[in-house]
């Protein structure tokens, strides 16, 4: 005796965004791997505080001068997710402790 109803369970009025930003920084004035942590430790405190995303160093752990953070956010608009992520990238900009070089944002539906 199951479900006479086979249609999917979810329906499309809950989507699931997911937005990816893959954000390159240069740190030209740092010289040791413990001053990159510093400023990585800072950016990431910051913008998690500020934001509702998720932030991590997803690349270059062993280069001093650059770095490369993975930030994502959830939710169910694409534009407030991308637009969340962009201003993630100008927050960072404002900070001015790295230069931002590269930055891609994929944003995916579930």
């Keep these: 005796m199951g479900r006479r109803d086979r249609r999917?369970?979810?329906s499309r009025a809950h989507v699931v965004v997911v937005g990816v930003l893959k954000l390159t920084l240069f740190l030209p004035e740092n010289h040791s791997l413990k001053g990159k942590r510093g400023v990585l430790k800072k950016i990431k405190a910051r913008v998690a505080n500020t934001f509702n995303v998720s932030i991590a160093e997803c690349d270059g752990h062993d280069l001093w001068q650059r770095a490369?953070?993975?930030?994502?956010?959830?939710?169910?608009?694409?534009?407030?997710?991308?637009?969340t992520l962009r201003h993630v990238v100008r927050?960072?900009?404002?900070?001015?402790?790295?230069?931002?070089?590269?930055e891609e944002i994929e944003v995916f539906h579930c």
């Design 68 to 83: 490369v953070l993975g930030i994502s956010q959830v939710g169910t608009d694409v534009p407030h997710v991308d637009g």
């Design 91 to 102: 927050f960072i900009e404002a900070m001015a402790v790295a230069e931002v070089g590269e």
């Design 8 to 10: 999917p369970i979810f």
